[in-house]
């Protein structure tokens, strides 16, 4: 079975991207499953509810998301969208949505997805390490195909996670930093990896981030407020080729794109 992964996405711009190409997608690379990081879809931190539904009805299977998930104003999306639209996992008990979710293709193959948060130069929640090695047992008694995004800012912890759960999950793939890596690979045991998927939005930005302001916040050392930026938005992702029987990765590749260059491509 063959799934994509959809990066950060940034912003209405890059949703409206993200909406255009999803079907194209779907039928260039033969798409069984689709999961997409929508921590920032709305301008820049969280996702409301009329985003969650364009996404639902372009065929986007699970939604993911990270710290930003969290934005007062807007987390009680968690509630409402429980189960499709899920949150790192290995934030304390007591908080609300769920940070892992299973579900059935047409075919009756089964798919887990497990949303973790790293702790370096992040917020000190319960350890993605333990914390995610009790909920892999308990989806692999499920299905053997899991895909994990790892949400988190360390390069180093998110290697050491991907080696520590090698050949017990299909995919670790790594969000939040904005910033596609080129590291993508198969691990010995199995599992495909990438430390950052990337971000779809603004590349004339910081991370997504006006440029301007982005380089007074480094200077002033103060508070400004962010604005996303608008000028060249592009797609980046992963495409996955899993073996159903085993749950093993046979291939990944990174997507990173505009839409100029997406129908060049084709």
């Given at each position: 079975m063959v799934a994509l992964f959809i990066a950060d996405?940034?912003?209405?711009?890059?949703?409206?991207?993200?909406?255009?190409?999803?079907?194209?997608?779907?039928?260039?690379?033969?798409?069984?499953?689709?999961?997409?990081?929508?921590?920032?879809?709305?301008?820049?931190?969280?996702?409301?509810?009329?985003?969650?539904?364009?996404?639902?009805?372009?065929?986007?299977?699970?939604?993911?998301?990270?710290?930003?998930?969290?934005?007062?104003?807007?987390?009680?999306?968690?509630?409402?969208?429980?189960?499709?639209?899920?949150?790192?996992?290995?934030?304390?008990?007591?908080?609300?949505?769920?940070?892992s979710s299973l579900f059935s293709l047409e075919d009756g193959i089964k798919i887990a997805v497990l949303n973790l948060q790293g702790r370096s130069f992040m917020n000190p929640i319960d350890c993605p390490f333990k914390v995610g090695a009790k909920e892999i047992r308990k989806l692999r008694s499920q299905t053997p195909i899991i895909i994990v995004d790892f949400h988190a800012e360390a390069t180093a912890e998110k290697q050491a996670l991907a080696w520590n759960f090698d050949g017990k999950v299909s995919a670790i793939i790594g969000t939040h930093t904005h910033v596609q890596t080129a590291d993508e690979r198969i691990l010995p045991n199995g599992t495909a990896y990438i430390t950052d998927a990337g971000m779809c939005g603004p590349m004339d930005s910081v991370i997504g981030m006006n440029i301007e302001k982005a380089i007074e916040r480094f200077i002033s050392q103060t508070h400004v407020y962010y604005a996303i930026a608008k000028t060249n938005i592009y797609f980046n992702g992963v495409i996955i080729d899993i073996n159903q029987s085993t749950g093993k990765a046979n291939q990944i590749f990174r997507l990173n794109f505009n839409k100029v260059g997406f129908n060049h491509e084709s």
């Open positions: 996405i940034v912003g209405e711009d890059a949703l409206n991207l993200v909406t255009d190409l999803i079907p194209l997608l779907r039928r260039k690379y033969k798409i069984d499953f689709t999961i997409a990081n929508v921590e920032n879809a709305d301008k820049g931190k969280g996702i409301v509810h009329k985003q969650v539904l364009r996404l639902k009805e372009q065929g986007v299977d699970c939604l993911t998301s990270g710290n930003h998930i969290w934005d007062p104003r807007k987390k009680e999306v968690l509630i409402n969208h429980a189960g499709y639209l899920i949150r790192p996992f290995n934030y304390p008990e007591g908080n609300i949505g769920q940070g």
